[in-house]
């Protein structure tokens, strides 16, 4: 009998995951996050975390799940078509109009830059018929990877009642992401550049870490009234990717930077986090004319406009 409680006693030793204790000093060492995750990508260990299995409404980071099933489903050169309820849509978006086609490439990376949410109906609707079906389709992928608290009724992450994820369902979903490298091109995407016969808008990524974080990978951000501001993303040290998830922020990026000191010395300051906020230049077609004209007299400068491609996707 004895010998017996040692032995389970040592297995719960060994098989438990270990998870470094949050901060505490006042309200979990400052942060204000409801639930978060920070976990080593390939063993999923647990470097730090707080109630991250808790059910929560996740915001935009549903759009990793979107579009991971949409390249998982198209090649990226099919021609999408607005339906008449894509002005409905509420912001973010990209003003897309109805009968007019798309590149489904063009489309995810709206959602993944600009958090387009008429972006994310499009492609639902185009590949499943309705986006009720389609996030049926996403519900099912995330039960696929072991994603048990996340249960999608849109491909946006708008409010809807029985919408939900967790920290650590993001987490398991956005490890699955990684491995596509199609999805890593597209996190990584700080400018996109939209061009339709009228217009021409360049969105600059809502994930400022992209900006004054060289570690930073690629992620999502999110934020409703409902959900506060979550986030999804990836970063790497010695050689290892971290993933971090959190919902239902009141402080994004400090309880962001705050939970990266678990793992790094030298983290954004407050004035390069303000000055990587997204933003976006409109140009009309009146422009784009004027543009093109004067490029014969004035000698081209090429910027850049992109993030330098890494290879993170693993199997």
């Known amino acids: 009998m004895r010998l017996g409680l040692i032995l389970v006693f040592f297995l719960a030793v060994v098989f438990t995951p270990h998870v470094l204790p949050a901060v505490e000093n006042g309200s979990n060492g400052g942060i204000t996050a409801a639930s978060y995750i920070l976990v080593e990508k390939d063993t999923f260990r647990i470097i730090t975390g707080k109630d991250y299995h808790r059910r929560l409404p996740p915001a935009s980071t549903t759009k990793v799940m979107t579009t991971l099933v949409a390249l998982e489903r198209l090649s990226g050169e099919e021609a999408v078509a607005a339906d008449k309820n894509v002005t409905t849509i509420p912001r973010s978006k990209m003003n897309l109009v109805p009968g007019r086609k798309y590149r489904s490439y063009d489309l995810m990376t709206g959602m993944m830059v600009e958090s387009a949410n008429d972006a994310a109906y499009t492609l639902a609707t185009f590949i499943a018929g309705s986006e009720t079906a389609f996030a049926r389709i996403m519900t099912e992928r995330a039960r696929s990877l072991g994603a048990l608290d996340t249960n999608f009724v849109n491909a946006s992450g708008l409010p809807a ?40 808008i360049r969105y600059k990524n809502h994930n ?108």
């Open 161 to 200: 009642d029985n919408q939900y994820s967790s920290p650590y369902d993001l987490a398991l979903i956005f490890q699955q992401a990684l491995t596509n490298e199609r999805f890593v091109s597209l996190a990584q995407t700080r400018y996109f550049t939209f061009e339709d016969s009228a217009r021409k």
């Open 208 to 315: 400022r870490l992209l900006f004054c974080f060289d570690p930073a990978i690629g992620g999502k951000t999110g934020y409703t009234r409902a959900a506060r501001h979550c986030y999804v993303g990836a970063f790497e040290k010695n050689g290892k990717i971290y993933i971090l998830a959190m919902l239902g922020s009141r402080s994004l990026w400090k309880d962001t930077v705050q939970i990266l000191r678990t793992i790094y010395d030298d983290v954004p300051s407050d004035e390069e986090l303000r000055q990587a906020r997204a933003s976006r230049v409109s140009y009309s077609s009146k422009t784009i004319a004027r543009k093109k004209n004067s490029s014969h007299s004035k000698k081209t400068v090429k910027r850049r406009t992109g993030k330098t491609s890494k290879k993170y996707a693993k199997k």
